[in-house]
């Protein structure tokens, strides 16, 4: 039973452009939920976060939103630049664990 | 530069060896964790230590044995790993108390370990 989706395996934008990525969860018991970005080769790095008390988080280009009544997050980049090429996974914790649980990631493609 | 530090960044092993992936940290976190990682597919919680003890284990196999030594360090033994474990094992670390995430408490990732187990 997968907690935490990201339906779209691929996403491919224009540099300069929004990038909008997409997604949901199931457990409602969830209270904080992560953007990673990975790069091939990397670990996983932290970009934004949000707490299920919010509905948006801001950090420069960075913006997360939050719909609870949909089980619904998404994060947008803009303006997207070739640099943000990268996997993008979603992660989600909750019920005081130490779990956190990732979607499948989307593949983030800017092109010049 | 990542903060959480994993060596070797490659190993390659036989089914009868005996080795160990280190991690290290130096940002005061008290929790640290296992994930493993197979191609094309989301990362996988296997151990969570917190204040040096182990807290959650996924069901590991004991085939793959977990260390804390102190608070900036922590081990993964391997002993008669199968083929199917070859995957990219990451390190993090979280300012998490007790390892509960919280808000404002990220987990920070190492760059990993590549096994490949012939």
């Known amino acids: 039973d997968q907690q935490v989706k990201q339906n779209s395996p691929s996403l491919s934008v224009q540099e300069g452009r929004i990038s909008i990525l997409n997604c949901d969860y199931t457990n409602s018991m969830f209270d904080y939920f992560l953007w990673y970005k990975k790069y091939p080769a990397e670990g996983p790095t932290f970009l934004i976060s949000?707490?299920?008390?919010?509905d948006k988080n801001e950090d420069g280009r960075f913006t997360v939103f939050l719909n609870k009544s949909a089980k619904h997050l998404s994060l947008h980049i803009v303006p997207s630049q070739p640099g943000d090429s990268a996997v993008y996974f979603c992660a989600a914790s909750g019920e005081g664990t130490g779990k956190l649980i990732f979607g499948q990631g989307t593949t983030l493609q800017v092109k010049p | 530069d990542t903060e959480v530090t994993q060596t070797p960044k490659h190993l390659v092993m036989g089914m009868t060896n005996k080795k160990s992936l280190k991690c290290e940290q130096h940002m005061g976190h008290r929790a640290m964790y296992w994930y493993k990682q197979k191609a094309k597919k989301p990362p996988e919680l296997m151990f969570v230590?917190?204040?040096?003890?182990?807290?959650i284990n996924e069901s590991v196999p004991s085939r793959f044995s977990p260390e804390c030594p102190n608070s900036s360090l922590l081990n993964l033994h391997l002993h008669a790993l199968q083929p199917e474990d070859s995957a990219l094992y990451l390190c993090a670390s979280s300012p998490a108390p007790g390892g509960i995430l919280k808000y404002n408490s990220p987990l920070h990732f190492g760059n990993g370990t590549r096994l490949t187990v012939t």
């Open positions: 230590y917190s204040y040096e003890k182990l807290s």
């Open positions: 949000i707490s299920s008390i919010k």
